[in-house]
């Protein structure tokens, strides 16, 4: 699908024609540098790579430079390849700008959801602990309860669900609404919410109709 960098800004709220309080998230989507056109001779597929926000030149390797010199471009701290776009009408060096989307569409936007280190199984999967506050139950009020490990079959079955690390993972949500386009800001507002913390790298999509 085609689609564009951008980092989250946070979340806000607007109001519809009706009235009507609509949660929304703001993304700055782009602009971002075609680099590389891939193509099925060479590579066996159609893409371009995109890259995403400047970067200083002190902290790129040289074969890296060259890589970004030979396609017209400054140093870029991300990089990501993009399906769909009509090759003919874009070249190394050209921008792709937030103008791609429009208003009433439906994208979808992927991330890194946010990381929680290492967490229990009442945070982590809900569990409502074991029995009750009396009865002496003393220090297990938040412990997981019984792994059915005894005599048989004396293991821990893979993907029992227990306390550890949580959040950090790629996350996608599809079919969120576009709100606003504000080409002059490079800002699109997304109704709902969308994976990650604010500044955290977003991949969003044109979804195929």
Do not use: W
Request: glycine share 14%.
């Amino acid at each position: 699908m085609r689609g564009i960098l951008g980092k989250k800004l946070g979340m806000t709220s607007i109001f519809d024609e009706n009235g009507k309080l609509i949660p929304c998230t703001v993304i700055e989507a782009g602009p971002c540098t075609v680099l590389q056109k891939r193509s099925k001779d060479n590579d066996g597929y159609e893409a371009l790579q995109l890259g995403y926000l400047d970067r200083s030149e002190k902290n790129v390797k040289k074969p890296d430079m060259g890589q970004f010199k030979k396609y017209n471009s400054t140093p870029l701290r991300y990089i990501r390849e993009f399906k769909g776009f009509d090759q003919s009408e874009l070249n190394s060096g050209d921008a792709v700008t937030v103008e791609l989307f429009a208003v009433g569409e439906k994208v979808t936007v992927s991330g890194t959801s946010k990381g929680k280190g290492f967490q229990g199984v009442m945070k982590r999967h809900g569990f409502g602990g074991v029995g009750g506050a009396t009865h002496g139950q003393h220090n297990r009020l938040r412990a997981p309860g019984s792994i059915g490990s005894s005599s048989y079959p004396s293991r821990v079955f893979r993907g029992m669900r227990m306390g550890g690390r949580t959040g950090g993972n790629r996350v996608t949500y599809k079919n969120l609404t576009v709100l606003r386009v504000i080409p002059e800001s490079n800002i699109l507002i997304v109704k709902g919410a969308v994976p990650g913390n604010k500044s955290g790298l977003l991949e969003i999509y044109k979804q195929v109709k």
